[in-house]
């Protein structure tokens, strides 16, 4: 087994810790502190631990964290950080779109991976892009309002 795995993290070079047979998921939450990812089902099945790894949605549940190597993961934390990201999570939470708000990070991930191939979905692209996420509060309308509502952030489409 290799010692060292590096991968990039949220913009940052870093050094996978400890067994690289871990689920992802448990080394961004324990290790990196990045807990916007939620743990809903294990897996594979409900989104909520959804983050990107070289730009697509990626359950980070069921993928070993060594799995990772030379790739680019993202989380909420850093997409966040952009204009986009910003206006991700506030179309999901305003106007009643969300309720108990356990599903919006993972769905705000595959909303950022959809809109940076597609900034101006129709009501199908959104409802696909947010297919694999699940949410059990709301009947997903008002989500898919909210996201179709979003301005479309020009030159931040990387
Ligand atoms: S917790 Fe990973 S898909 Fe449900
Ligand atoms: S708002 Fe509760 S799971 Fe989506």
Request: aromatic content about 2%.
């Amino acid at each position: 087994m290799k010692n060292e795995i590096r991968f990039s993290l949220n913009g940052k070079e870093e050094t996978l810790p400890g067994d690289p047979r871990r689920r992802l998921i448990d080394v961004l939450r324990e290790d990196f502190g990045l807990t916007s990812i939620k743990e809903g089902c294990g897996e594979g099945e409900c989104g909520a631990c959804s983050i990107l790894v070289d730009g697509r949605v990626i359950d980070s549940c069921i993928l070993p964290a060594g799995a990772v190597e030379d790739r680019t993961v993202e989380t909420l934390e850093s997409i966040r950080e952009t204009e986009r990201g910003e206006k991700i999570v506030q179309a999901l939470t305003r106007g009643g779109g969300v309720q108990c708000g356990f599903c919006i990070p993972g769905m705000a991930v595959s909303i950022e991976s959809l809109l940076r191939t597609n900034p101006r979905p129709d009501e199908h692209a959104i409802r696909e892009g947010i297919s694999g996420n699940l949410c059990r509060c709301t009947g997903y309308q008002q989500i898919v309002e909210g996201v179709a509502a979003i301005e479309h952030v020009e030159g931040d489409n990387s």
